[in-house]
């Protein structure tokens, strides 16, 4: 059942001060977990931003299951797809629970109120991010891990067949890193699409079927990501010379640094 | 202070004491004064009864005024929900944007010039009015808006109207003085008909009720309202207008009473959490029962003569808000 639910069609992201570099087109579809890889500054969260309807491309089109997703509404959108950013704003107190049931809007007309039924969605959501017994607590209140967890369960609640994320692995310690990519694998077992701007490289070898070099000229590269998961490619993306290991039949990449040989103490 | 917990059943038992404390403020309001009027005799007042100089002192004289102070605290304390949430700024309040300021270079120029108390309610919305069209604009400029933007804009253009306000005052005829002062500190003595204030706050609360959920999700960030299906540019163009709107109309009726616009919303913040389906309505209610307390207070404290109500609201308000900060950590 391949059916293609995000694509970009000959799209240049818009980065200040940067030329064109090459244009993107490519398709994920239902069922793929694709991952962004590449340095700061490379335009990841930009590449995201755009996908999701946030920012204008300088050219080239995003289509959001067959249409230009420009000629979409906001809540259309939001329907069909869930963010979760890597920057997030809370200048007003909120609860967790009120925090994660905003995730229902999109759903919700003007005069709804949230029905038992939403409560139900979300208190399942704050229980896979194993955030359970916290609905009362206030967001300002929690750690960096957990706040990170909650942005992910309020995106969870939005049921949607599109996930963006931008280092969704940000702040979590290792459980709550491999618990988190394999809830993404589940969306895509369950026939959603994801794509996942990521900086750990080992996270991206283990959990996305497609990967996605994206270099700070502006050019880009992507594909199957046995194939793309080559040590070179990945040491001129970074600039950094790797390692690679191998555990279980999977590639691990660690850093080479130069041996500290002088008298550290 | 235990964390506000999740909202939805606490939505009409906190909005019906909140209206039982309005109406019990407004009630008070009007027994209290020169005549004080007991429960008994209001009572009969509004059953049509009672004493034709109570019913004159109640209808034509208190309840008018009773009623100018609850639409103008009502407005105060609405508009400084919205412009919170516009700038996502806790410290934005009604006035930021330079809007008392025009209303005070309009008031205050009608007064030089001698005019009477329709021309200086006149003058003082158009001077509102004006100032929010100006910093819009300004800070529209070629791009697009940031808060920042906005709020830097508002506070230069606030400074502005400032200097233009104390040069009036300093060229002012001794005699206008206190009236002009009065009317900067807030006054309800210019109080005209209260039902401009009192149906627009009606209506505009009616029409924010179902933009709720959509402001909550403003307040996150608009990237991530947009996210959430939230068409971001309409919905701050509408709040911005409500908000101009609102505190247009709230300086009009009784001069720049500061204070209630910023610490009305982050009252019940503290105690209801941050639903703007929840605080929009309370901001109307508390905002409204509190400059009517405050009011009552300003007539009657060293009547016969009357203190500017600005006063009692920072001296109401300053305690108070101070507890409930210290209580909530």
């Not at chain 1, 017994?133 to 369960?153: D, F, H, P, T, Y």
């Not at chain 2, 605290?73 to 944007?97: I, K, S």
Request: charged share 15%.
């Amino acid at each position: 059942m391949s059916e293609v639910l995000l694509q970009a069609a000959q799209l240049c992201i818009d980065v200040p001060g940067r030329s064109d570099g090459s244009e993107l087109n490519f398709a994920i579809q239902r069922g793929e977990v694709w991952g962004v890889l590449g340095p700061n500054g490379a335009g990841k969260t930009t590449l995201l931003h755009t996908l999701a309807g946030l920012r204008k491309p300088r050219k080239g089109t995003v289509y959001l299951a067959g249409s230009a997703i420009q000629r979409l509404r906001r809540r259309q959108i939001a329907q069909q797809m869930a963010v979760v950013f890597q920057e997030r704003s809370d200048s007003f107190p909120a609860t967790v629970m009120e925090s994660v049931m905003i995730g229902r809007h999109p759903f919700l007309s003007a005069w709804d109120m949230e029905s038992a039924e939403d409560l139900e969605i979300a208190r399942a959501a704050l229980a896979r991010m194993e955030l359970s017994g916290m609905e009362q607590r206030l967001v300002s209140s929690l750690s960096g891990g957990e706040k990170q967890r909650l942005a992910i369960a309020t995106a969870m609640t939005q049921q949607a067949n599109i996930w963006l994320a931008d280092e969704p692995g940000n702040h979590l310690d290792l459980h709550h890193q491999v618990a988190v990519m394999s809830m993404m694998r589940e969306q895509a077992a369950q026939g959603n699409a994801v794509l996942l701007c990521l900086h750990d490289i080992n996270l991206a070898a283990r959990y996305c079927d497609q990967l996605l070099l994206l270099y700070p000229d502006g050019n880009a590269c992507w594909g199957d990501a046995s194939i793309m998961l080559q040590a070179p490619a990945l040491e001129k993306l970074y600039r950094q010379p790797l390692t690679v290991l191998e555990d279980q039949g999977q590639r691990v990449f660690i850093p080479r640094t130069q041996r500290h040989t002088g008298n550290e103490n | 202070m235990a964390a506000a917990s999740y909202h939805t059943p606490r939505l009409l038992p906190a909005l019906a004491v909140l209206s039982l404390g309005a109406l019990l403020a407004v009630a008070l309001s009007v027994s209290t004064g020169s005549v004080a009027i007991s429960t008994a005799e209001l009572w009969a007042v509004l059953q049509g009864e009672g004493e034709p100089l109570h019913r004159t002192l109640i209808f034509d004289l208190r309840l008018p005024r009773s009623l100018a102070a609850f639409a103008t605290g009502g407005l105060l304390a609405v508009a400084g929900a919205l412009m919170q949430v516009l700038l996502r700024n806790p410290l934005a309040d009604p006035y930021v944007l330079g809007l008392s300021g025009g209303a005070a270079v309009g008031a205050l120029s009608a007064m030089l010039l001698g005019l009477g108390s329709a021309a200086v309610s006149g003058s003082a919305f158009i001077g509102a009015i004006v100032s929010a069209i100006t910093v819009f604009g300004l800070a529209h400029g070629t791009g697009s808006w940031t808060p920042t933007r906005l709020l830097l804009t508002g506070v230069v253009i606030a400074a502005g109207w400032g200097a233009v306000v104390t040069f009036m005052l300093a060229i002012a005829p001794t005699e206008s003085l206190p009236g002009m002062l009065f009317w900067l500190m807030g006054d309800l003595a210019y109080a005209r008909s209260p039902w401009p204030a009192l149906t627009t706050l009606l209506a505009l609360s009616l029409l924010l009720l179902p933009l709720g959920r959509s402001l909550n999700a403003m307040a996150r960030g608009p990237l991530q309202a947009a996210a959430l299906g939230v068409a971001v540019k309409p919905m701050e163009w509408s709040i911005y207008i409500a908000a101009s709107l609102l505190t247009a109309l709230a300086v009009t009726t009784a001069g720049s009473i500061g204070f209630v616009g910023l610490v009305v919303p982050h009252m019940l913040r503290l105690i209801l959490g941050n639903d703007q389906r929840l605080i929009l309505p309370a901001c109307a209610l508390a905002g409204g029962a509190l400059l009517t307390l405050a009011d009552t207070l300003a007539r009657t404290i060293i009547a016969p003569e009357q203190l500017p109500v600005g006063v009692i609201t920072a001296l109401l308000g300053v305690p108070t808000f101070l507890l409930l900060l210290y209580r909530s950590r």
